[in-house]
């Protein structure tokens, strides 16, 4: 469909009251036209559509010190398609000192949950990007002090006011340095200067939770510095960037709020022909297909670089494609110039099935929503089919030509992480672990047999500043063993934690296979006589193995120390958290409270106890609060 | 006036100022149009920058506050263009 058929088709879709349909319609026309009108075309109907669609809220204060409104309708069509709906409150001109400083400030009274810093070089270190040949050395090394002083200072007190996440541009250089080619030839030369900058920029973000560094100088680079700026409009409406290159600002910003907000695909699951090689395995032979060094070959290859690089940042790699099993595993297996091999794959459908079906499988067999899916296929049938059958999954648009797939991976928002934990790093290790026990699982008789031999060894520890993020993280993502769902940032468990009555424990999880890693969170709450479990998940591949039964039997023995008489929590229901429903109930907690949210169960810990189970060994890590 | 280029325009001026398409004709210009403020003004000359592949003097962009004259704009860069 064309995009004038298109937009008639959404207009249509809306009128029937087909909020999904329109939505789907709205996403295709995006994908085909990121102009400016189709941007405001698309926000102006998704206005329309939004009390009707489940779309993910995001309030987004930007401090300036240029021109961005252009950008805000680019960023909110874009946002609007990908399920984020966000509300954007711009700042007045060079009133981000200001607006950070002051507690009482109205961004603060706007209540953001991200807010991105943009400021340039021009305007906060105007001697440095205008005047720089005039310098002294002394005048050079005071200016970078007092605006990396001034970075440091507005990130501090950015983090004493608000919970927000923040992003700061980084400083970009000049497209030609003051002292022309002789810059380069000296120590304390202008690139130097705003490199330092930089580098103290990033040491103060990484001093704070929750602060990131956006690399504009890098962004500006990689699209080419010399077509970057638009002195015209810089000098008339105080807007610095070319039309032409608004778009890759925007797409910058999403790289941030897909992780921020947790729009992310957890696991991308690729075809093989002509895409992970060129050529056809069942026709061409492990001999004929293109993958090696050398083009043809070479582009392939890039492509499985992209891939090995996401499943170094933890997110799983799955193959889905039609061919003869035998075929597809030999050249897996076999052929020279693969750099995938078959152990970084944790899940695979190799058939003549149909590829919806497939990823059906595969999310349930790694069990994962299935909106955490990305596919990737050279196809644009099976690409069209998908979009239409199974709208959840985000589908990559492959350009035509292989040389470029790569950088479609490399430039994708929802790959982006913007921390690694250890958990991230070894996940595909996890997997292939969880394979091994369910195998040990069909051998042995009963269920608690197969407890006993897993041999299981929980550690259950406070809060540390190095366990932190991932904690942070499971609040956010585990869905389907999460009680309350009550997702939190790193700064607001820290604070939390703080507090003499909250608590918050993190469990670990070894077994004969190996570590699990950091798989459990309980926060906690003492009030008085009563212990209110305020938040407790399990990472869901560790569900099933009552594991989650050890950690409640802590947290009621850590209740009674503390001289609590009572333990209590809510369960409140979910689309997605029906493994936890009968949670409390199945350890004789009894109903105190139900209301249109979710049923609060208790616990008399003076009478009932919860036993942990014999097969699994429980070590407890004492911190601060004991 | 029904040229692909008014047609065009026409699409892109709709779309940013967030009005029908038949409401938009040469005589349409900030005057009278309401949502046609400053900052819708840029949204526009950039749409128009990025659709056609050129940029705007400052003289260009005061002048092109009415349908008819942004037409006329267009047609002359444009054409230089080749």
Not at chain 1, 232 to 253: G, S, T
Not at chain 1, 556 to 563: I, T
């Amino acid at each position: 469909m064309n995009t004038s058929d298109l937009r008639l088709e959404i207009d249509r879709l809306i009128a029937a009251s087909d909020p999904a349909g329109a939505a789907r319609s709205l996403a295709e026309l995006w994908l085909n036209d990121h102009s400016a009108s189709t941007a405001s075309f698309t926000c102006s109907r998704y206005e329309q559509l939004r009390p009707r669609l489940n779309l993910l809220l995001c309030r987004l204060a930007i401090l300036r010190s240029f021109t961005v409104e252009p950008m805000v309708p680019l960023l909110r069509g874009a946002a609007f398609s990908a399920g984020i709906d966000l509300t954007v409150r711009l700042s007045e001109f060079n009133a981000h000192a200001q607006e950070i400083l002051e507690p009482a400030s109205s961004l603060y009274g706007f209540a953001p949950d991200v807010v991105i810093l943009a400021v340039q070089t021009r305007d906060i270190a105007p001697d440095l990007w205008r005047d720089f040949a005039a310098l002294s050395a002394e005048q050079i090394r005071s200016a970078i002090d007092r605006v990396t002083e001034e970075f440091r200072d507005w990130v501090s007190a950015f983090r004493r006011h608000s919970q927000a996440h923040l992003i700061i541009h980084n400083l970009e250089q000049p497209t030609f340095a003051s002292r022309g080619i002789f810059d380069s030839q000296i120590e304390e030369n202008q690139a130097f200067a705003i490199r330092q900058i930089n580098e103290g920029l990033r040491t103060a973000g990484s001093e704070q939770i929750g602060v990131y560094i956006l690399d504009y100088d890098a962004l500006v680079a990689r699209c080419g510095r010399a077509q970057w700026h638009d002195e015209r409009k810089w000098l008339m409406v105080r807007l610095p960037i070319a039309a032409h290159n608004l778009n890759h600002v925007v797409n910058e910003w999403l790289r941030f709020l897909h992780p921020l907000t947790g729009k992310v695909a957890k696991a991308v699951v690729v075809d093989l022909d002509n895409t992970l090689w060129g050529g056809v395995i069942g026709e061409d032979g492990i001999a004929g297909i293109q993958l090696s060094s050398e083009h043809p070959g070479a582009a392939y290859q890039e492509l499985q670089r992209a891939l090995l690089d996401l499943h170094h940042r933890g997110i799983l790699l799955a193959i889905c494609s039609k061919n003869n099993a035998d075929d597809a595993m030999e050249a897996l297996q076999k052929h020279p110039g693969m750099l995938l091999k078959p152990k970084h794959f944790a899940a695979m459908r190799i058939n003549w099935g149909d590829k919806s079906q497939n990823l059906r499988e595969i999310a349930a067999e790694l069990n994962i929503d299935i909106d955490s899916l990305a596919f990737v296929d050279d196809n644009p049938i099976e690409r069209q089919q998908i979009r239409t059958q199974v709208p959840e999954v985000f589908v990559i648009e492959l350009p035509n030509d292989a040389m470029e797939f790569a950088r479609a991976i490399r430039k994708c928002p929802r790959f982006e992480r913007l921390s690694l934990s250890t958990e991230d790093q070894r996940r595909s290790e996890y997997y292939q672990k969880q394979r091994e026990r369910g195998r040990l699982e069909e051998t042995v008789s009963s269920r608690e047999d197969f407890y006993r031999s897993l041999q299981q060894e929980v550690e259950i520890a406070p809060l540390d500043k190095s366990t932190l993020p991932r904690i942070a993280q499971l609040t956010n993502k585990t869905n389907q063993f999460n009680l309350t769902t009550r997702r939190y940032t790193e700064q607001q468990i820290s604070e939390l934690a703080s507090s003499p009555d909250w608590n918050c424990f993190s469990l670990r999880l070894r077994d004969r296979f190996g570590d699990n890693g950091l798989v459990g969170v309980a926060i906690t709450r003492k009030r008085e006589k009563t212990c209110e479990v305020d938040t407790l998940l399990m990472s869901c591949r560790v569900i099933g193995r009552t594991v989650e039964t050890a950690f409640l039997s802590f947290l009621a023995e850590h209740a009674r120390k503390q001289g609590a008489q009572q333990l209590q929590g809510w369960f409140l229901p979910t689309k997605k958290n029906a493994p936890a429903r009968d949670f409390y109930s199945s350890h004789g907690f009894q109903v105190l409270e139900q209301n249109g949210h979710g049923t609060l169960w208790g616990l008399n810990l003076e009478r009932s106890q919860v036993a942990c189970p014999e097969w699994i060994r429980l070590h407890i890590v004492n911190g601060d609060k004991g | 006036m029904s040229s692909p280029l008014f047609e065009t325009v026409r699409g892109i001026a709709a779309d940013i100022l967030g009005v029908r398409r038949n409401q938009i004709t040469p005589q349409s210009s900030s005057e009278n149009i309401e949502t046609w403020d400053s900052v819708h003004h840029l949204n526009l000359i950039l749409a128009f920058e990025q659709e056609f592949g050129l940029q705007l003097e400052p003289e260009e962009i005061d002048q092109m506050n009415n349908v008819e004259r942004i037409i006329r704009i267009l047609e002359q860069k444009l054409n230089h263009h080749g």
